[in-house]
């Protein structure tokens, strides 16, 4: 078999592998230095829109070569996992709102299961492949790497779409030391004149196309914020009370988006139960019963606490 018949046959199966495992999109790139991204990177971090992640200010060099990051390794492999919650799955009117991604079990445990599976499966079809599973969880430009593995463009909101589903999925990656044939980037801004996620944003946090200011997102004060959120955003939270989608709901590209089939990302019945009357008396022994599988862990009770008290002042 000669060379280029065996790299496309190494994709091939990679991807049919991704299928196997639920995966609704996946891309292949060549691991090197994302040079186009260095300086958006370096330019974010000297306006400080990081806020107070401060992690995000270390491993420079790892978060724009993976080769730092996994030591030999050849490729990237993005994947996309759909998390958009089929209708009976989402929370009514009478709930304080939760970001869709945390409706379910912890994507980190949910996502990272497959990627291991698929890569157990990987080794028994190809060979040895020695590389390492990313969930989120790691210096990695996730988006930079989807985007040139073809699998969407960075939006205005900073958000990976995808023309087929739209942004309501979850990005992991593979990166391996296996060669493998690789697919084209995605160069064309897709979104046009539209501005709609600009415009709808509660707190402007989208300063300009392709730039959130951490340091305004209700995304950031909900979730990574270990403070007091500022009394400046009083009355602008819109009722979130985890997270924030607006910027996606708003996004004429989801039109395209569709129900899920994991059952393991769909809310238990306890949770859907939790209105905003029950959210307000939650106390610490119910929040760990509700959410003890749950991506709101993160905030902590404490945390989400806080948030509800935000949004009732």
Same mark, same amino acid.
């Given at each position: 078999?000669?060379?280029?018949?065996?790299?496309?046959?190494?994709?091939?199966?990679?991807?049919?592998?991704?299928? %196997?495992?639920?995966?609704?999109?996946?891309?292949?790139?060549?691991? #090197?230095?994302?040079?186009?991204?260095? @300086?958006?990177?370096?330019?974010?971090?000297?306006?400080? %829109?990081?806020? *107070?992640?401060?992690?995000?200010?270390?491993?420079?060099?790892?978060?724009?070569?993976?080769?730092?990051?996994?030591?030999?390794?050849?490729?990237?492999?993005?994947?996309?996992?759909?998390?958009?919650?089929?209708?009976?799955?989402?929370?009514?009117?009478?709930?304080?709102?939760?970001?869709?991604?945390?409706?379910?079990?912890?994507?980190?445990?949910?996502?990272?299961?497959?990627?291991?599976?698929?890569?157990?499966?990987?080794?028994?079809?190809?060979?040895?492949?020695?590389?390492?599973?990313?969930?989120?969880?790691? @210096?990695?430009?996730?988006?930079?790497?989807?985007?040139?593995?073809?699998?969407?463009?960075?939006?205005?909101?900073?958000?990976?779409?995808?023309?087929?589903?739209?942004?309501?999925?979850?990005?992991? #990656?593979?990166?391996?030391?296996?060669?493998?044939?690789?697919? *084209?980037?995605?160069?064309?801004?897709?979104?046009?004149?539209?501005?709609?996620?600009?415009?709808?944003?509660?707190?402007?946090?989208?300063?300009?196309?392709?730039?959130?200011?951490?340091?305004?997102?209700?995304?950031?004060?909900?979730?990574?914020?270990?403070?007091?959120?500022?009394?400046?955003?009083?009355?602008?939270?819109?009722?979130?009370?985890?997270?924030?989608?607006?910027?996606?709901?708003?996004?004429?590209?989801?039109?395209?988006?569709?129900?899920?089939?994991? @059952?393991?990302?769909?809310?238990?019945?306890?949770?859907?139960?939790?209105?905003?009357?029950?959210?307000?008396?939650?106390?610490?022994?119910?929040?760990?019963?509700?959410?003890?599988?749950?991506?709101?862990?993160?905030?902590?009770?404490?945390?989400?606490?806080?948030?509800?008290?935000?949004?009732?002042?």
């Amino acid at each position: 078999m000669q060379k280029d018949e065996q790299l496309a046959k190494r994709s091939r199966l990679i991807k049919q592998a991704a299928e %196997r495992h639920g995966f609704m999109a996946c891309g292949i790139a060549k691991a #090197e230095f994302l040079h186009d991204h260095a @300086p958006r990177l370096e330019q974010w971090l000297k306006d400080q %829109r990081q806020a *107070t992640m401060s992690y995000m200010e270390r491993n420079f060099d790892k978060r724009l070569d993976p080769r730092k990051l996994v030591e030999g390794s050849k490729s990237v492999v993005s994947l996309l996992f759909n998390y958009y919650p089929p209708e009976s799955a989402r929370l009514g009117q009478s709930h304080f709102k939760i970001s869709k991604y945390a409706y379910g079990e912890d994507y980190h445990r949910v996502i990272k299961d497959k990627l291991k599976e698929m890569l157990s499966e990987l080794r028994d079809e190809i060979g040895q492949i020695e590389g390492r599973a990313f969930v989120d969880s790691a @210096p990695i430009l996730e988006k930079a790497w989807a985007e040139r593995s073809g699998l969407g463009w960075i939006a205005k909101n900073s958000n990976l779409i995808n023309k087929r589903q739209g942004s309501f999925f979850f990005l992991a #990656e593979l990166i391996i030391d296996l060669e493998c044939a690789y697919d *084209t980037p995605i160069t064309a801004d897709h979104c046009g004149i539209c501005t709609a996620c600009i415009e709808a944003c509660p707190t402007e946090a989208i300063v300009s196309p392709m730039v959130v200011d951490a340091g305004k997102c209700i995304s950031y004060f909900t979730i990574e914020l270990k403070e007091a959120i500022p009394s400046s955003f009083k009355g602008s939270f819109d009722d979130w009370a985890f997270g924030c989608d607006t910027c996606q709901d708003v996004c004429p590209w989801n039109r395209f988006s569709s129900p899920h089939n994991e @059952p393991r990302l769909l809310p238990t019945p306890a949770f859907q139960e939790l209105d905003a009357a029950a959210m307000i008396e939650l106390t610490e022994e119910t929040f760990k019963q509700v959410f003890s599988k749950s991506a709101l862990k993160r905030t902590k009770f404490n945390g989400l606490k806080r948030n509800i008290d935000f949004l009732r002042q």
